[in-house]
């Protein structure tokens, strides 16, 4: 059995990507908690001992550094043989879509919640461009949700994973219900949330929290 230790913060969407993955496959990690609201990720310091690139979160597998989220769960789910495609043309869609949501779904609704929760005067311009973009990619997944159960085939994959990272925290801090405005994936979030070991981001997360002004 591999010795892991998960370099994160508790309202990290990829962190939590991560967690749960490992928690699904039945993998226990040391939580090595960063004080990212500080700034530490910035420093030579950290980015020398921890992340050159100078990102959470950091999966130390083995004594082995791994960083980039998507990587790391196709990773994982060809060690433990879960959450994978079964045939090339859906470990196609599972690629596709991992890219898909680390540029345009994480990569905008983590920037909009960051700045519109944890920091405490954001740019309302800036708010409203962010959300926009994060408005449109919500479209295109509940497009896509109401025309199957998951995202790739019939069961969940690390692509399911990946992409409910940053929707399952509390909709105070990204300011959406999804059930009432996104019902097909108010449905499919609650499809994962059925998965056997699930937990919520805050309960694998723990640890000192950033203040939250929303």
């Known amino acids: 059995m591999s010795d892991y230790k998960l370099h994160y913060f508790p309202e990290s969407g990829n962190s939590y990507k991560l967690a749960l993955m490992l928690t699904l496959c039945g993998q226990a990690f040391e939580p090595v908690w960063t004080d990212f609201g500080s700034g530490i990720t910035w420093t030579e310091g950290w980015r020398r001992s921890v992340n ?3 990102e959470i979160p950091v999966l130390v597998e083995d004594g082995v550094s791994l960083t980039q989220t998507a990587p790391i769960l196709l990773r994982l789910a060809d060690k433990f043989g879960r959450f994978q495609g079964t045939d090339e043309t859906e470990r196609f869609e599972i690629l596709r879509w991992l890219f898909w949501d680390n540029q345009k ?3 905008f609704m983590a920037a909009y919640r960051y700045r519109r ?6 740019d309302r311009h800036v708010l409203d461009f962010m959300k926009a973009r994060t408005d449109d990619f919500l479209n295109i997944l509940e497009s896509s949700l ?4 998951f995202i790739v085939g019939d069961k969940p994959t690390v692509a399911d994973l990946s992409m409910t990272g940053y929707l399952a925290f509390p909709k105070h801090e990204s300011g959406y219900d999804l059930d009432a405005s996104h019902p097909a994936i108010g449905a499919w979030l609650g499809r ?4 056997p070991s699930w937990a919520a981001p805050y309960d694998i997360l723990p640890g000192k ?4 002004y929303v």
């Open 192 to 195: 994962i949330r059925a998965l």
């Open 117 to 122: 929760a944890f920091t405490e005067n954001p």
């Open 209 to 212: 929290r950033m203040r939250c």
């Open 146 to 149: 109401k025309e199957q159960r």
């Open 52 to 54: 050159p690139m100078g």
């Open 105 to 107: 779904l994480s990569g």
